[in-house]
């Protein structure tokens, strides 16, 4: 079955940095506008960072803007955000699947999403 896997994640202080990956299974990834989730306790899902297909485009949360870039290498499968500047609000398990502004379905099930905590 088609997968999504999330990884990078750990825990970093306050002002640090990390990359997450998102690896896919499918051979038609180039064709998906695709996007970075999280979910924090007590929280909706929400979107924070999109990325068009052919990475033309890309979209941010404004609470993440300034600090974390998407991007995607469509030969790899993959798909990345690099984060900066980290804050403990930040603090979340953050998943990949598509940007539901572009596609009416998900890319694949969730997966299991790469927990990012930022503390002191």
């Known amino acids: 079955q088609v997968q999504l896997v999330e990884s990078g994640g750990g825990l970093v202080q306050p002002g640090g940095s990390l990359r997450l990956s998102c690896v896919v299974s499918?051979?038609?990834?180039?064709?998906?506008?695709m996007g970075w989730y999280r979910q924090a306790p007590g929280k909706q899902r929400e979107l924070v960072a999109s990325?068009?297909?052919?990475?033309?485009?890309?979209n941010y949360a404004g609470s993440v803007k300034g600090r974390f870039t998407i991007s995607r290498d469509n030969a790899k499968n993959t798909m990345y955000l690099q984060m900066n500047s980290l804050k403990p609000e930040d603090t979340a398990v953050y998943y990949c699947?598509?940007?539901?502004?572009?596609?009416?379905?998900?890319?694949?099930?969730w997966g299991q999403g790469t927990q990012v905590t930022v503390s002191a």
């Open positions: 990325i068009t297909a052919g990475s033309t485009t890309t």
């Open positions: 499918r051979s038609d990834f180039s064709s998906y506008a």
């Open positions: 699947n598509t940007d539901q502004r572009y596609h009416s379905t998900w890319f694949a099930p």
